[in-house]
């Protein structure tokens, strides 16, 4: 069963920086296009960005030229670097996984940003 671990969430100012990680474990082949996600309150989950296996990126239009996604097979982690953070940026983000053609999630990370 593959597992979706989180960090990097927490409280930062408007203009400000953090750095998701997502580990995941309990595989035995190579995942697929990793990639976060997030839903604030009262809104459907969106897609943030992804990345397949070969580094082929994705990004939602709203976050363009602030987040950065990359990942480490290997370590089978993947990372969002969030720089210039907006108040809209708040919200649960969660890091999904395409592991043989079935879709994992983790238990998300918050995101808050004071403005």
């Known amino acids: 069963q593959v597992q979706l671990v989180e960090s990097g969430g927490g409280l930062v100012q408007a203009g400000g920086s953090l750095r998701l990680s997502c580990a995941a474990s309990g595989t035995t082949f190579s995942i697929n296009t990793m990639g976060w996600y997030r839903q604030a309150p009262g809104k459907q989950r969106e897609l943030v960005a992804s990345?397949?296996?070969?580094?082929?990126?994705n990004y939602a239009d709203s976050v363009k030229g602030r987040f950065t996604i990359s990942r480490d097979n290997a370590k089978n982690t993947v990372y969002l670097q969030m720089n210039s953070l907006k108040p809209e940026d708040i919200a649960v983000y969660y890091c999904?996984?395409?592991?043989?053609?079935?879709?994992?999630w983790g238990r998300g990370t918050q995101v808050t940003v004071s403005s």
């Open positions: 990345i397949t296996r070969g580094g082929s990126t």
């Open positions: 999904n996984a395409d592991y043989r053609s079935r879709e994992y």
